[in-house]
Each structure stands twice: as C-alpha cells, then as structure tokens.
C-alpha cells in the first residue's frame, strides 16, 4: 500500500535555527514528489516538484532533495513568518495516479 | 499556476441539510478534485471530477452523498447532503496541471450543528 509519512508532527525553532523535515514514502512507481505549505484557516500552497533521486529545489531558505525512500525539507535561518504547517505528498503510477499526502508537520519560528 | 476561487468561504448548517461548494478557476483545466480536510488532519480525497466524464469517488465516499457536477472547464460543484456533524471539515477543490502538481483553492470551512 503506497504510504506517506512525515515527521516530526510538530517542530518548534528559534528565529535563524537552521533544522530539516523529513517525508518518507513507499510506493509504486513514484511519478513526483510534491511540498506545500498551509497556514491556517488557508488552502495549500504548492511549493516543490521532486521527480528523481538526486533531485534538488530551492526557493528562497527552502531546499528540498529527494532519495529513493524520503524526501528532507531544509530550512535555512529560519524567520516567524515560515511558520506553518508543511505538507509532503507523492503521485504514484499505480492506482489512477492518484496524490497522497502526508500528516503534515507543523512548524513553529519564534523570534 | 492557476487562481482558484471558492464559494462560500464558511457556513454553518444544520443537520440533516444540504451545501453545495462552488470551485471556480481562472483558466481551462481538464483534471480537478475535492479533497476534504478534518480538524488537524491532513486531506482526503473525495473524488476527481474531470469535465465530460462521471465524477470517480474514492473508498468511502459515495456519490449519493457527495454529487459531483463539472459542466465546463473551469467550474465544479460539491453537494454535502444530509449533513451530520461530522461531515464539519474544511473541503479543498484542486487542479492538476501539466506538472502532476495541484493547485488549491482556499477552502470552505463547514460546521453542521
């Protein structure tokens, strides 16, 4: 069964505190590997594709990088308003190509 | 990207009632989804609508109690019927473009009392 899982649940930084969350994953033929960010009462926003091992995105202090088995999240220096909730989710190609997502981690940058 | 508007924006209903989600996006897209978000959960896919075909329902959900229509390509609608409290979730539409990546709208956040 193609799963998605994410962790910590909840990660608490101090402003400039440089940390990574981790998605790990197991399923058929994986066809992309994708990171949002929600904030509350708020849709998700999309922030990364990852297809291939080796992979690499950046985007400002984000940088994610993609193995055959988990996907990091690195956040460099972080600030408040990074704060939010980060969502990793896959596309297999098995089963109707459907996109699954993980439980989130939320992320909290004090200052 | 593509800007995705929906309606309404927050409701509270009774239960036993009905609420139909409006999704509307900015541009022609063939491939669109509901998802459904509970409180401090992450999404669920309903179903995916794609224009000119049946609405394809994921395991446990059904379309008598979520219908689906998607007329065009650029508008969908979810129906919630006969609401109980626990279908109180937030419920998110999405469109897939080229990339396999989604785009969501900002969601509707349903309370049913």
């Known amino acids: 069964e193609d799963q998605v899982t994410q962790s910590p649940e909840a990660l608490r930084l101090q402003e400039g505190e440089s940390s990574s969350l981790n998605c790990s994953y197991t399923?058929?033929?994986?066809?992309?590997l994708f990171w949002y960010r929600q904030d509350p009462g708020k849709g998700p926003e999309f922030l990364f594709t990852l297809y291939s091992a080796g992979e690499e995105k950046e985007k400002e202090r984000l940088k994610a990088t993609l193995t055959k088995k988990e996907s990091f999240l690195h956040i460099t220096a972080p600030k408040p308003e990074d704060s939010a909730t980060y969502l990793c989710?896959?596309?297999?190609?098995?089963?109707?190509?459907?996109?699954?997502f993980g439980a989130g981690t939320r992320l909290f940058v004090k200052a | 990207s593509a800007v995705i508007s929906q309606k309404p924006s927050r409701d509270i209903c009774q239960r036993g009632t009905s609420l139909t989600i409006q999704c509307q996006v900015d541009s022609q897209v063939t491939m669109m989804f509901w998802y459904r978000q509970q409180p401090g959960q992450s999404l669920t896919l309903i179903a995916t609508?794609?224009?000119?075909?049946?609405?394809?329902?994921e395991s446990g959900f059904v379309i008598d109690k979520f219908p689906i229509s998607r007329p065009n390509l650029t508008f969908s609608t979810l129906t919630v019927s006969n609401m109980s409290p626990e279908d109180s979730s937030i419920y998110l539409c999405s469109v897939e473009l080229g990339g396999y990546e989604q785009y969501f709208g900002p969601g509707t956040r349903l309370t049913v009392t």
């Open positions: 989710a896959v596309q297999a190609g098995s089963g109707g190509f459907k996109t699954i």
């Open positions: 609508a794609n224009q000119g075909s049946e609405a394809t329902y």
């Open positions: 399923v058929s033929g994986l066809r992309g």
